[in-house]
């Protein structure tokens, strides 16, 4: 029986973010600059790698996966990765199989997906204004977003709606977002953006809206009920009385959500992050590409990361500037 990953702090590691590209078809304006310089392709793991990567990760006991990016499904032959994952879930080993997307692709993914074995998708969406999504993507088309979402409900896929808290943005779309979901049978989690690389122009302090007043604003509306419910990540939820949804709340500022965090991030690259918040990583790359025939050097690469896993981040507003901050774009890391 191969021992299962457990951090100095006691936490099994059972969840897997990895990221599968850095390139997007938008430019979001809290993620990534308007004018990215991407990865040489050599850099990035081949699908065969990533293929190997995951299977270890699942052989250690992780049981959820999540494909992100970057937007993971403009990567090129990326159903063929999602095929093979689909091995691990028939085995049982893997519980989940699922991704965080823009939406833009799922309209011609969304039936492979299903098939793959993925049941339940992520998808990014801060506001249904069609200017205003332009303006906060800088390259993205609404209609074809919710194309997506509709194609993905169509193929059976459960759609939650992930929306990052932009004060000054969607301040005022938060009860039509609210009732849109409910609609439309879908679970609405709000984030608070993160400090997470140069963005040129954009103001990380301006752009935070903490979720605090977000949820004091709901529960002038709403009932909420407090619900014990997990996903997996770091969400706390709520269940709307009067809609029968639920709602989420990623409070990495506000609330530290660090304490029962059972997650590790990699990136396209290879690098393994033991906390989305610091900048401590572990190459997987140059194990893996040196040692073709067997996972030895890998997986004592991945034990030794785990053994270095911090209690928590360093993330904090509360001095008007955005400490805390790390250089690397979301995008980079995978979300």
Not at 9 to 17: G, N, S, V
Not at 63 to 70: A, D, F, N
Not at 75 to 85: H, K, P, Q
């Amino acid at each position: 029986m191969t021992a299962p990953l457990v951090d100095p702090f006691q936490r099994a590691i059972r969840y897997l973010r990895v990221s599968v590209t850095d390139r997007c078809d938008f430019r979001c304006v809290y993620c990534m600059a308007e004018n990215m310089t991407f990865l040489p392709k050599k850099e990035l793991l081949s699908l065969e790698e990533l293929d190997r990567l995951c299977t270890t990760f699942v052989r250690l006991g992780v049981e959820k996966l999540r494909i992100t990016g970057g937007e993971p499904l403009v990567r090129r032959d990326i159903m063929t990765f999602f095929e093979g994952m689909g091995r691990h879930l028939d085995s049982g080993a893997l519980k989940e199989l699922t991704l965080t997307t823009n939406g833009s692709q799922l309209a011609r993914f969304a039936d492979q997906l299903y098939a793959a074995g993925v049941r339940r998708v992520n998808v990014s969406l801060d506001t249904l204004d069609e200017e205003k999504f332009a303006r906060v993507t800088r390259w993205g088309r609404l209609p074809q977003v919710l194309d997506g979402i509709r194609a993905a409900r169509e193929a059976g896929l459960r759609v939650k709606i992930n929306a990052v808290a932009l004060k000054g943005f969607n301040e005022e779309e938060l009860f039509e977002l609210t009732e849109w979901c409910a609609a439309h049978d879908m679970d609405l989690t709000w984030i608070e953006v993160m400090p997470m690389g140069d963005l040129g122009n954009e103001d990380r302090v301006g752009q935070y809206w903490a979720l605090s007043d977000l949820r004091a604003r709901l529960a002038a509306r709403y009932t909420l009920i407090d619900t014990p419910e997990r996903t997996g990540g770091p969400a706390r939820y709520v269940r709307l009385e009067e809609t029968g949804q639920r709602i989420g709340f990623i409070t990495p500022l506000t609330h530290n959500f660090c304490e029962s965090c059972n997650r590790v991030r990699v990136t396209c690259t290879g690098e393994l992050f033991m906390c989305l918040g610091q900048e401590d990583k572990a190459d997987l790359r140059a194990p893996l590409r040196n040692h073709p025939e067997t996972d030895a050097p890998l997986e004592a690469a991945i034990r030794e990361a785990i053994d270095r896993k911090p209690k928590g981040h360093d993330f904090d507003y509360s001095r008007q500037r955005a400490d805390g901050q790390v250089s690397r774009h979301m995008s980079h890391t995978g979300g």
